[in-house]
T-cell receptor, first 113, second 114 residues
Framework: QKEVEQDPGPLSVPEGAIVSLNCTYS??????FMWYRQYSRKGPELLMY????GNKEDGRFTAQVDKSSKYISLFIRDSQPSDSATYLC?????????????FGQGTELSVKP | KAGVTQTPRYLIKTRGQQVTLSCSPI?????VSWYQQTPGQGLQFLFE???????NKGNFPGRFSGRQFSNSRSEMNVSTLELGDSALYLC?????????????FGPGTRLLVL
């Protein structure tokens, strides 16, 4: 069993839809949770970074962490065709572990105009 | 400010050969991490270097190795290549590798092993 599970999709939605992306994890020692976006033929870029449980909002993006359920989510409001990409959840421990990220499989999202 | 650069961008090798990939981090960044990305396994952590020392290591065989130079540039080497080593190899840099810092990824080197 992988430490981080993520539905690979693909997920196809119409423009303007609310998108929900999710990951579950098994290691309760994870404390820092991230969402990365990866466009085709590019490296991943950081979207959201949260610590422990709670919500964080940044524009159209909201990240949620529920440590009791070992479940994290990313919501995209008013989705745009430019949001079409692969979304990867990632997590790590504390201290000097910031350079060691454990990723989910990635969910391929397509937003249709 | 220049981003993370990786060379070469594409590489074709045959089984049994060895390969060296290079990564130049963002100026001022001293932590460099390497990842392997495949359709089946996703993004997997290989190792992290900080101040020329390997600080963290993933679960890859000893055929995968790396090093970091005094200018923070890093190389990774794969010896005795196998077909399953075909992947996108990504490097990422951050200032010190501490949690809370953003890791910036390069565009990757796509390796094909025939």
């Amino acid at each position: 069993q992988k430490e981080v599970e993520q539905d690979p999709g693909p997920l196809s939605v119409p423009e303007g839809a609310i998108v929900s992306l999710n990951c579950t994890y098994s290691n309760s020692a994870f404390q820092y949770f991230m969402w990365y976006r990866q466009y085709s033929r590019k490296g991943p870029e950081l979207l959201m970074y949260t610590y422990s449980s709670g919500n964080k909002e940044d524009g159209r993006f909201t990240a949620q962490v529920d440590k009791s359920s070992k479940y994290i989510s990313l919501f995209i409001r008013d989705s745009q065709p430019s949001d079409s990409a692969t979304y990867l959840c990632a997590m790590t421990w504390g201290g000097n572990q910031g350079g060691k990220l454990i990723f989910g499989q990635g969910t391929e999202l397509s937003v249709k105009p | 400010k220049a981003g993370v650069t990786q060379t070469p961008r594409y590489l074709i090798k045959t089984r049994g050969q060895q390969v060296t990939l290079s990564c130049s981090p963002i100026s001022g960044h001293r932590s460099v991490s390497w990842y392997q990305q495949t359709p089946g396994q996703g993004l997997q952590f290989l190792f992290e270097y900080f101040s020329e020392t390997q600080r963290n290591k993933g679960n890859f065989p000893g055929r995968f190795s790396g090093r970091q130079f005094s200018n923070s540039r890093s190389e990774m080497n794969v010896s005795t290549l196998e077909l399953g080593d075909s992947a996108l190899y990504l490097c990422a840099s951050s200032r010190t590798g501490k949690v809370g810092e953003t890791q910036y990824f390069g565009p990757g080197t796509r390796l094909l092993v025939l």
